[in-house]
């Protein structure tokens, strides 16, 4: 019976891989990284750490070990950490798009006024100077 507790106790060490993210769980806030990061490099970095959170709580922690007369469920703490990852994968992913399409609207705008400027009847010097500037 005790190889079994310590059996037991060694696979309950698995968890240490996935300690990181039960404290993400706990501390983070999208909110507040999204105030504080709208770089690309900030959001990918992110994308990868939860990918590999992702695979740390796949291969460590599982849904039952029995030993014996010994039975350790891990279901729902899998269930809860994998829930936590996923969650912040979406709110990446909209946050992304969020970002992407802002940047569309303002090359849109950019684009629409070179092109009405471009479209205009030159009458003046000044018109043929702004002209000029926009094709530069």
Not at 6 to 33: G, M, P, Q, Y
Not at 77 to 83: A, F, G, H, I
Not at 109 to 131: D, M, R, W
């Amino acid at each position: 019976m005790s190889q079994d507790f310590a059996w037991i106790e060694d696979k309950s060490r698995n968890f240490k891989h996935c300690r990181d993210v039960n404290e993400f769980d706990l501390t983070f806030s999208f909110d507040t990284f999204r105030e504080e990061h709208e770089d690309l490099e900030s959001i990918r970095t992110q994308f990868e750490r939860l990918q590999k959170w992702d695979v740390n709580i796949n291969k460590f922690i599982k849904p039952q070990e029995m030993k014996g007369l010994l039975h350790a469920n891990g279901r729902k703490l899998k269930e809860k950490l994998q829930n936590r990852v996923k969650k912040e994968q979406d709110n990446l992913r909209k946050f992304l798009f969020e970002l992407a399409s802002r940047n569309e609207k303002e090359i849109n705008n950019g684009l629409n006024s070179i092109k009405s400027t471009l479209t205009k009847t030159i009458t003046n010097l000044s018109s043929f100077v702004e002209y000029v500037n926009k094709l530069g």
